[in-house]
Structures are given as C-alpha cells and as structure tokens.
C-alpha cells in the first residue's frame, strides 16, 4: 500500500514536471532571484542594525558575535569617516539593499508570470490533447460536464504556481529572518521559536478544515456543471415535457450544497488573516518584555540590536503570514490539481497506439471481411453482437436493416473503429483492421449520421472539413452531387453563409445534404449513412440515389435506413434481429421468403402501424 503510495506521488510530480518543463528556464530564474531578493532583505536589516549601533556609539553585545565581529572591523573606519559619516553609508547600504531586494523581487514575479501562462497553456493543450486521443469506447464513457470541468481545471495551475512562489519566497525569508534573529539573540530568538510554534499548531489545524471544505466545493462544482450541460443540452426536452420548475430546482439545490461548502471554506480561510495579528500581537508583547529583562542595566548597549531585532520580527510576521495563507490557498487548489494529474496519468496509460507501416497509399482493393464479429460494449451487458459474419465486396451497395437494438449501428461502430470487436475479426483485403493504423483507415472512410454535427462556422467550411486539401472545384462538385447548390443558392451569401452552432439556421434535411457532400469529398473507398436520407424530401432522396449511383462502382456504400425504398437496390440487403444477421439477399428475394424483411416492407407499403416502421432505423 506504502509503494502505491510512492508511485502514485512520483507519478504526480512527473506529470507536473511535464506540463513545466518548457517552461523550466523560467522557473530557475525566479528561484535565483527570490534566493538573491531575500538576501538582500537580510543584509539591509544587518547594515541597519549596524549602523544604529555606529550611530549610538556602542558596540554591540558579545552575544551576537557576527556583530561583534562586524563592530571590529568597522571601527578602523570611524576614525577616518567619522562616526555620522560611516552612519549614512551603512544607512545607504540598507536603502540599496532594499531597492536591489525589489528588482529582484520583480525580476522573480516577471519569471514567474511567464511559467504561469506557459503551464498553464500546455495543461490546457495535453487535456484537451488526451481527451481527444482517447479511444471513444473511453471518452464516450465521460459526460460533457466531466470532459469541460476538466478543461477548466488547467486555470487553477495559474493560481497554484502564484501561491507555490510567495510560498517558496515567504519561506526563504523566513529562514533569512531566523538566522538574523539567532545572530542578534539566540534567546529572544527562542521566545520568538516558541511563539511561532503555537502560531503553526493552530493555523495547520485551519487550514486543514480549509482544504477539506474546499475538495467538497470541487466536487459540488463539478456536479453543477455536468447537470447544467446536461440540461443545456436537452433543454428542448424540458420545455417539451414541461420540466422546467424541475430543472430550476435540481440546479438550485445542487448549488446551495456547493454554496454551503464555499462558505465553510472562506469561513475557516478568513480565521487565518486575524488569527496571525492577535498571535503576532501577543508575540511583540513577549519580545518588550524578554527585551527588557535581557537589557537589564546595558539597555543603551543592547538597545540597537533590541530596535533591529523587533524590526526583522516585525518584517517576518507578514511573510510567515503569507506562508499560512499560501498553504491554505494551495490546500484549496490541490483537488483541482489532483483531478487534472489523475486524468493526465490514466489517458498515458490508455492512449491509443497505432501500429507501424507504410500506409501513405492504403486503398482498399477487394473486400471488408466480418468473421465471427461479436460485440459487447460493457461487461454486464448483453452483446449488441453475436457471431456476425458477411462479405461487403468493393464497390456493391450494402443495406443493413433490422428493428431497434438489432446491431446495424455496432456494424458502424466496428467499421470506424470507435469500439474493437470483443470477439471475431474484420479483414479489409485479407489483413486484420486492428493492424492498420487508424489515421490510415479513416481517410478512406466517409461516415454520414442521422444526427450530423456541424461545427458555426461557414457552409463552405464544414464541406471542406471533410478533406483540408480539397480544391474549390472539389467542394462545388460534393455539394452539387449532395444536392446542397440547390438551397446554397438561394441563401444571401451562398456558401459562405454562417450556418450557426450545429447548424441550427437549417433544416435536417438541409444538415443531412451538407454532411453528405462532407463525406463525398473525402472521395472514401466505404461510404456509410447512417439514416442519411431520413430528413429528405422524395425529389432530394432520388437525386442522392442517382448521385450514390454513379459512386457505387468505385466505391462500398453501407446504408442504414428505416425507409426501406431507399434500399431497394442494394446488391445485398442485411436484415438483423437480436444481434445476429437471420436474413441475406436481394430485395425481390427477400419478399418471397416472407420473413422480418417482407413484414416490414408491407407495414410501410401499407402505411400502417409509423411508430412500429420507426424501428427499422
């Protein structure tokens, strides 16, 4: 458990070291320069105390034996400069050191700024990344909240990196601060020590709460955003079904558990800030009175050193301040963080590898093989597939048709390459799909869906997304075999008219026809739709089967489609049941058998029973 432990921690920094290693020359600038800063920060405290001590012209005790040393060597130039002289140098020295300390301190917050955006940037881009290079049967299993949650998630590095480097500086202060304390008195320094030590019990104890409350703010927040997206989504659903007051609702009390633990996190955040200044207050009390007690009758002697000393506690309070409050900040962060590192770290493990080869020219030049195919999308389930076996050979026109649940959409599953069979084999010439790369296959693939997406952008655009190369004589030529110049004509910009998110300016059958010219652009050796002439009307319908036609011979058409007059003349028709192929053939050969397929070819000759015809999708 111990090991897991380690290798999870070491996995941790490794993911984090890759999001900063580009960045790395920026992050070895602000460490230098916080190390430089802080020294600096100290050695002005020391020309100060020094030159109080030149100014009242006594030398500092025998406890503090830096300064005594310091003292020695100063006293061969008081005789030259004089005492007032020697004073304003080391008061000189002091204010440079101060003004050296701030550049520095700049240059440290410039650098890091720097590695904010570059961190930032780079989670940003390996989320969105691993997210898309996922396997589907992976990626399809998170819900559109979880996926842009975590694209959110990168913001928080940039706040997490600000936090890391005033806590880094606050530190090296500190310790700055505490070597100057020790050299001036080792026992104010241990009044000091145990002050402080009461300062970190009680704040740890905070800040605890504050990191708990805030991974239960995470979790509340994440929630909010998947069922906000989810009802975003179907929000033609909830007015449709009247669940509006419903929806309101759920969202209100999903983010009044959120708000609850937002406030319990700020509550116990904001004890932090006063906490410090009544303790701090305390403290100074305690460093008068140990101050007083330690003059005794040497208090002029001592009485520099006392002011120096008070005033590097007095510049240390803030910065262990800042360092409560910045591990607080951080204990905040950290379950943002860990969800980004734990979702980087699985997709390593299951990114998807394509095999090796030369497939620059793959083509497919015979025939698609299933042998044996089954298909079981989760464990539990029943297998949208069983032992599916067929032939599609090039350039023949496949129909796949069965009632709802059949399989027909697990064949195009398994075709693209979104889910690898469980069992049994796809060949394409002879070799397994799984050996070919999958950038290579599906360049030959063109896929149209009963629900296309389109993407806001231009007409023209979401044609030419289909092939980046393609020529403009290649687009017009696509939307005039799509039959999309038919409407595009009659649009105030033509092609370049905005179609808006998902093409929601158009109708579904005008969406169909431009995901149609999408897919015949890519000129694919298998072309599959997907109920791509369901939103058709009969004139749009039969000039896409004379355009599907003319491709047939140089290319394999899959059809999936309820309306079975569009599959009429397929060279063999598919009819599925329960998973398993029960019927092959052509049209005229399946109506005499009289099986599923004749059944169904009466109800929709008929006109009867719609709501029963839907199921042949």
């Known amino acids: ?6 290798n999870s921690r070491w996995l941790d920094v490794r993911i984090f070291w890759h999001l900063s290693r580009n960045g790395c020359g920026w992050g070895i600038l602000a460490g230098l320069a916080n190390l430089a800063a802080v020294l600096f920060e100290g050695s002005s405290i020391a020309f100060l105390a020094l030159g109080l001590h030149v100014l009242v012209g006594t030398a500092p005790s025998a406890e503090s034996p830096l300064f005594a040393h310091s003292w020695n060597w100063l006293s061969s130039w008081s ?44 989670a940003y881009h390996r989320i969105f990344q691993k997210i898309v290079r996922l396997p589907f049967s992976r990626v399809s299993a998170y819900r559109l909240g979880d996926l842009t949650h975590l694209l959110n998630q990168a913001q928080y590095l940039h706040e997490f990196l600000s936090q890391l480097n005033l806590l880094i500086r606050s530190c090296l202060l500190a310790a700055v ?43 509340a927040t994440q929630s909010i955003l998947q069922q906000t997206t989810e009802f975003l989504q179907g929000i033609r ?8 007051e419903e929806a309101v609702q759920r969202v209100k009390r999903m983010a009044s558990e959120g708000m609850s633990a937002s406030r319990a996190a700020t509550v116990w955040g904001s004890l932090v800030e006063p906490a410090i200044d009544l303790l701090m207050l305390l403290g100074a009390a305690v460093f008068l009175v140990g101050g007083y007690l330690w003059s005794g009758s040497r208090a002029q002697q001592i009485l520099p050193s006392l002011l120096a000393f008070l005033v590097a506690v007095h510049r240390m309070t803030p910065r262990l301040g800042a360092v409560h409050t910045s591990l607080a900040a951080i204990a905040g962060l950290l379950p943002h963080l860990k969800q980004v590192i734990q979702f980087l770290s699985e997709s390593e493990e299951e990114a998807v590898s394509d095999p090796t080869g030369r497939w620059e020219n793959f083509r497919l030049k015979d025939q698609i093989e299933f042998r044996n195919v089954s298909l079981q999308y989760r464990p539990k389930e029943s297998p949208a ?23 027909k959409s697990s064949i195009a599953d398994l075709l693209v390459r979104l889910y690898p069979p469980t069992n049994g084999q796809i060949l394409i010439d002879g070799t397994s799909l799984e ?9 030959r693939l063109g896929v149209v869906s009963q629900d296309p997406f389109l993407f806001h952008g231009t007409l023209w655009e979401n044609i030419a997304f289909g092939r980046r190369d393609a020529r403009s004589e290649e687009i017009l030529q696509a939307a005039r075999a799509a039959r999309v110049e038919e409407f595009a004509s009659r649009l105030e910009e033509g092609y370049q008219t905005v179609i808006g998110s998902r093409g929601f300016r158009l109708s579904g059958g005008q969406r169909q026809r431009i995901a149609l010219a999408r897919a015949l652009i890519r000129q694919p050796d298998l072309l599959i739709l997907d109920e791509a002439t369901s939103a058709l009307d009969s004139e749009s319908e039969r000039f896409i089967q004379e355009a599907l036609d003319q491709q047939r011979h140089i290319r394999t058409i899959l059809v999936i489609s309820h309306r079975l007059s569009t599959v009429t003349r397929a060279d063999q028709i598919l009819v599925l049941e329960h998973g398993q192929l029960t019927e092959q053939g052509r049209h005229a050969e399946l109506l005499r058998r009289n099986s599923l397929y004749a059944r169904l070819w009466r109800l929709q000759s008929e006109g009867e029973g719609t709501a029963s015809v839907e199921a042949v999708k």
């Open 79 to 122: 005789g030259s400069l004089g005492r007032e002289k020697l004073f304003f140098v080391l008061a000189s020295l002091a204010i440079g050191s101060q003004m050296l300390r701030s550049v520095l301190q700049f240059s440290a917050s410039y650098a890091t700024a720097q590695l904010q955006a570059l961190v930032q940037a780079e």
């Open 1 to 6: 458990m111990q090991s897991d432990s380690l």
């Open 237 to 244: 659903e909830i007015h449709t079904f009247a669940r509006e």
């Open 177 to 219: 601060y505490l070597a100057l304390l020790l050299s001036l008195s080792w026992r104010l320094s241990l009044i000091a020590l145990v002050v402080y030590a009461l300062i970190s019990t009680l704040l740890s104890r905070i800040i605890l709460h504050v990191g708990r409350h805030a991974s239960s703010f995470t979790q």
């Open 435 to 443: 050996e070919i790369p999958i950038e290579a296959w599906r360049n």
């Open 385 to 407: 597939l069983r032992g599916f076996s067929c032939t599609l050979p090039k350039g023949s026109m496949v129909a796949l048709v069965g009632t709802s649940g059949a399989g």
